[in-house]
């Protein structure tokens, strides 16, 4: 009996991967990437889903959208990470991604790390919704965001407008709260919500 089981686990398995293989075959990759937002227990508590903006017929942003959860009500600082290095939670994901080096800013702030995306906004139950576009972030290339993370901060981002020298590295955003690593989403959107 347990080898039915069995069976059928592997069977979905060698269906999943040949999904996620036949994209690479062909040449098409998938126009999502996800993220799986989580404390650093493990708990999930959020997705966000990523889509590359196309107008007439080039690429140009990209279009965040997701349901975070389990945070204080207020602003969280928003940002994508560098690394995808999760051996150490949140901490090991090095900093803001900046290939331009820049010093921090807003997302609409002439000079800005390129993973410096603001802020998101929990309601009075600790809910954020995520719906943003970035005109330089894209999936790949130099600019791209696969095998980076997300992270949700405890704190505010001052978009590098606050006192103190850390504003212009952090936005003064403190503690990573949650993180995922952005990976390539099947081909059709999943939900985003958590």
């Known amino acids: 009996m347990w080898h039915?089981?069995?069976?059928?686990?592997?069977?979905?398995?060698?269906?999943?991967?040949?999904?996620?293989?036949?994209?690479?075959?062909?040449?098409?990759?998938?126009?999502?990437?996800?993220?799986?937002?989580?404390?650093?227990?493990?708990?999930?508590?959020?997705?966000?889903?990523?889509?590359?903006?196309?107008?007439?017929?080039?690429?140009?942003?990209?279009?965040?959208?997701?349901?975070?959860?389990?945070?204080?009500?207020?602003?969280?600082?928003?940002?994508?990470?560098?690394?995808?290095?999760?051996?150490?939670?949140?901490a090991s994901l090095c900093a803001h991604f900046n290939p331009t080096h820049s010093q921090h800013g807003g997302p609409r702030s002439a000079r800005r790390h390129l993973g410096d995306l603001g802020n998101v906004f929990a309601d009075e139950h600790g809910v954020a919704r995520v719906a943003l576009d970035d005109p330089h972030l894209r999936l790949t290339g130099p600019h791209g965001v696969i095998g980076?993370?997300?992270?949700?901060?405890?704190?505010?981002?001052?978009?590098?407008?606050?006192?103190?020298?850390?504003?212009?590295?952090t936005g003064n955003s403190g503690p990573r709260v949650l993180c995922g690593v952005i990976g390539w989403g099947p081909a059709a959107p999943a939900s985003s919500s958590s």
């Not at 901060?153 to 020298?165: E, F, K, V």
């Open 4 to 90: 039915s089981g069995l069976v059928r686990a592997c069977n979905a398995l060698q269906t999943s991967l040949r999904t996620c293989r036949e994209p690479c075959k062909t040449g098409n990759m998938p126009s999502i990437a996800v993220c799986v937002l989580q404390r650093s227990d493990g708990q999930r508590r959020g997705v966000v889903v990523m889509e590359e903006v196309v107008e007439g017929g080039r690429i140009v942003g990209l279009r965040f959208l997701g349901t975070v959860e389990g945070l204080t009500p207020g602003l969280h600082g928003f940002h994508v990470h560098e690394s995808g290095d999760l051996r150490l939670g949140c």
């Open 148 to 169: 980076r993370s997300l992270v949700v901060h405890a704190q505010r981002d001052d978009l590098g407008r606050g006192p103190g020298p850390d504003s212009l590295v």
